[in-house]
C-alpha cells in the first residue's frame, strides 16, 4: 500500500511519522489482493485544527483510502496527534471489512438469515 503522509500546522519528526508507519502498516494485509496490483493508495494528513487553541480536541487526522471502485475516508480529532491516528486506524478497519465482504459477495444480511433458519428449525 502506498502511503501519501501530509503534515499541517504540525512538526513531522521522524518518531511521528515511525509511529504512523508502524501504526498503518497493518491494514496493508486487509488488502493484500489490492496490492499485488498496485491500487491501493492512502493519503493521510495530520493537522492542528486551530493555531490558538491549547485544550480539547486540537488535532486531526484524516485518512482517504483508495481502492478499485471505492474510496473509504475516515477523520478523526482529539487531544493528541497519536490518538487520532489510532482512531482513524480502527475506523479505516472497520470499513475495510465492510468493503471486504460486500467485494466477495459476503453479505451480513445472508448471514442473520441462516442464523434465523436454523434457529427456526
Do not use: W
Not at 67 to 82: G, T
Amino acid at each position: 500500500m502506498k502511503l501519501n503522509l501530509n503534515a499541517a500546522k504540525i512538526d513531522m519528526t521522524p518518531s511521528l511519522k515511525r509511529y504512523v508507519e508502524m501504526k498503518i502498516a497493518p491494514l496493508g494485509k486487509y488488502i493484500s489482493r489490492y496490492e499485488r496490483h498496485g491500487e491501493a493508495e492512502l493519503y493521510l494528513e495530520l493537522a492542528r485544527a486551530t493555531k490558538h487553541h491549547k485544550h480539547g480536541d486540537v488535532f486531526y487526522a484524516e485518512a482517504a483510502l483508495e481502492l478499485p471502485k471505492k474510496r473509504i475516508r475516515a477523520q478523526c480529532y482529539d487531544v493528541d496527534i497519536r490518538s487520532a491516528i489510532d482512531k482513524v486506524k480502527d475506523t479505516l478497519r472497520m470499513e475495510i471489512g465492510k468493503y471486504r465482504e460486500i467485494s466477495l459477495g459476503k453479505s451480513p444480511a445472508r448471514g442473520r438469515e441462516r442464523i434465523r433458519k436454523t434457529r427456526e428449525k
